[in-house]
């Protein structure tokens, strides 16, 4: 039998039991808009998540140190028998080259960070200097920044952290556009035998107000109240900790750093440079790490919201196989018939899938578009609190197109398998028995 | 179980149908029911053959193993050289389909369908080509006398328009053999022969072979060229009617 008249078939017999198939075809509905809904809602919750986490910019750096260095030693490096601290090589300008060749990687910044002093309007504060590196300017954490990020990679221009800013100006934003003297340890000469080290000034125009600290305020990292570019920080030769570290150690060493910030173009090929850095023995730390178990999570309660989405459609399921059983009884004789004018037992089997098959395609579609209305009526409903609590609208429901194809195909295959029975019990019937039934 | 042969006129070089030693017993707790029991006769092409008996004689379930719904306990039945024992339920099915036509005391119709779709399913079944379905069921149906009535529901024609309907879908698939089951014995008379005269009428205009069961040995005499009687599964005589 050809597919157009077997479907043929299963529609005529499905008018016939008009209430009876509508009514199961809407169960199926019922238990796909459940799963719809609850599948949507994970998918939802876990795009805002993201969405959220993404924003602050985190996911797009990997903070690089080395295990020689004692302060970076990893909590779990004796757990960890090939991590070896003097395999681990030196973080200096060569290390920096290597990794700034990585591809996907926008820039390689050193850490800078050295206490200094500020002064504004004849008094003085002693503060965190820190460097900022220039690609840090399109991190969504500055979004909220007031006033403008560096106008350039050397710029000797500042941004001060607001509660530090308060200190020197009762009304921080009146701060933008003025000048401040910045006094630092200024690292004269290198080499093995020593350096001097003596205090300089340098003047700066303060350029924007930050609320947060960068990268979310990660471990200590930039972790300070007055940010100028790293370039230009560099540039101050400021006294870094390493330096005696340097200092200390036998053999002659380049200068290092004590940590890299490599800011990928975007997240996606954080993990892949995260890798290719521990690779070469360094250590390596990224936000990616933090949200494994984050990511681990919704994968849980997707599962946990599928199951229990499902439990409507295995309820719907026997749905079916009541409906198809009872057809099967009703339409014994009808059976009986087909076989005596020449039915093959498959052909009888696949009448009965094509009916099951056409309850799940009208359950599955129907059930999308419910499953859709409902997960509509949640947004609506948490907006409006949303609303009330004057918190910006969020779509938590997600109905993406492969869900909607998924949760059909998923309602034909259920649909189908709750055919099994009820076909193989028409395909074993006696056309004899059958058709001496009354 | 002595074998007769054809009615005069032509020779018989292949017969129709063929049963030797056809059986089927049934099992009922201990004992063993020999429905039909080792079954031997032959049936010419374009004979047209009755089978008589009582009640519980075995006549429909050698008719119900001539179609193929039943299978044989031992033997075999050989239907224009096809062995029907050696059929897998497969080709049992396509056997019905295409070889013999069937039709029943009851009609057996489907209710819920028009005459036209009654008639289309065996088409269906056999994949006929669906841009001549159309007109090979309207032929079909005029065939019978009921071109008129191809949207009609069986419960709205008489029993004799039910039966000639069933006649049409039996042939639908243009089988050599047509096998009767008491198919007037639902019917009045009058309607009983008109169906008789169609059988009659594709007996002889198409050729096709006919087996008729039934219990009215006026009836047999009348339509039929030759009588086969059983009793208690066997065969007890062929005899040569009129």
Request: cysteine-free; charged content about 20%.
């Amino acid at each position: 039998m050809t597919r157009q008249d077997l479907f043929e078939l299963a529609a005529r017999n499905m008018r016939n039991a008009r209430l009876r198939n509508a009514l199961t075809t809407i169960g199926i509905a019922v238990g796909v808009a459940s799963l719809v809904a609850m599948m949507s809602l994970g998918i939802g919750l876990q795009r805002f998540a993201n969405h959220q986490l993404m924003k602050s910019g985190m996911f797009q750096t990997v903070f690089v140190t080395s295990r020689q260095d004692p302060r970076n030693m990893d909590d779990n490096a004796d757990a960890k028998p090939d991590a070896k601290p003097e395999e681990s090589p030196a973080l200096d300008d060569a290390a920096r080259a290597k990794i700034a060749a990585l591809p996907g990687v926008e820039e390689v910044a050193p850490e800078v960070r050295a206490t200094a002093e500020v002064e504004y309007a004849e008094h003085t504060n002693f503060t965190m200097l820190a460097g900022l590196p220039w690609s840090a300017r399109d991190e969504d954490s500055l979004e909220k920044m007031k006033g403008s990020f560096f106008s350039s990679a050397t710029a000797e221009e500042a941004i001060l952290q607001r509660d530090f800013a308060k200190k020197l100006d009762a009304n921080p934003e009146n701060l933008i556009g003025k000048k401040i003297v910045l006094r630092y340890a200024h690292r004269q000469g290198g080499g093995a035998e020593g350096f001097q080290i003596e205090r300089r000034q340098k003047s700066f125009t303060i350029v924007g107000l930050l609320d947060e600290q960068p990268y979310g305020g990660m471990r200590m990292i930039s972790r300070a109240r007055v940010f100028v570019p790293t370039q230009t920080a560099l540039a101050m030769d400021l006294m870094q900790p390493a330096d005696t570290q340097q200092l200390v150690r036998a053999e002659p060493a380049e200068r290092t750093y004590s940590m890299l910030t490599v800011r990928m173009v975007s997240a996606t090929q954080a993990e892949a440079v995260e890798d290719a850095v521990k690779k070469m023995h360094f250590s390596a730390y990224s936000y990616l790490d933090a949200t494994r178990s984050m990511r681990r999570f919704f994968a849980v309660l997707d599962m946990f919201l599928g199951i229990f989405g499902s439990l409507a459609l295995a309820v719907a399921s026997l749905a079916i196989v009541n409906t198809l059983v009872m057809a099967v009884l009703e339409r014994r004789r009808e059976i009986g018939i087909m076989k005596a004018i020449g039915a093959s037992d498959s052909d009888v089997k696949r009448i009965f899938f094509a009916e099951a098959a056409t309850m799940g395609l009208f359950g599955g579609v129907m059930g999308v578009i419910l499953g859709w209305l409902i997960g509509r009526a949640i947004n609506l409903g948490a907006n409006l609190y949303l609303h009330r609590l004057k918190m910006p609208p969020e779509g938590l429901l997600l109905v993406p197109l492969w869900l909607a194809a998924a949760a059909v195909l998923f309602a034909i295959m259920v649909s189908v398998v709750a055919g099994i029975y009820p076909a193989a019990r028409a395909a074993r019937l006696d056309p004899v028995e059958a058709l001496r039934y009354e | 179980m002595s074998e007769a042969s054809a009615p005069g006129k032509q020779p018989v070089i292949i017969p129709a149908v063929e049963a030797l030693a056809a059986s089927r017993y049934y099992q009922m707790g201990e004992a063993t029911v020999r429905a039909v029991d080792e079954v031997t006769f032959t049936l010419a092409r374009g004979e047209f053959a009755a089978l008589l008996g009582p009640s519980g004689s075995g006549k429909s379930t050698l008719l119900n193993l001539l179609a193929g719904l039943d299978r044989l306990t031992a033997g075999n039945i050989r239907v224009q050289g096809a062995e029907l024992a050696k059929m897998d339920s497969e080709a049992l099915a396509r056997y019905r389909r295409l070889t013999v036509g069937m039709i029943f005391q009851s009609f057996n119709l489907v209710p819920t369908m028009t005459l036209a779709d009654n008639v289309e399913l065996p088409l269906r079944f056999a994949e006929f080509p669906r841009a001549e379905r159309r007109d090979r069921v309207h032929e079909l149906l005029a065939g019978v006398g009921l071109a008129g009535r191809a949207q009609h529901k069986p419960s709205q024609l008489s029993g004799g328009e039910q039966q000639r309907a069933a006649i049409a879908r039996a042939l639908a698939n243009r089988p050599g053999l047509l096998l009767a089951d008491e198919p007037t014995g639902n019917l009045d008379s009058r309607n009983g022969q008109e169906v008789m005269a169609l059988l009659e009428q594709l007996n002889s205009q198409m050729g096709v072979t006919v087996l008729m069961v039934t219990h009215d040995p006026a009836l047999a005499a009348r339509y039929a060229r030759r009588a086969l009687h059983m009793a208690d599964g066997r065969m007890l005589a062929a005899e040569v009617a009129q």
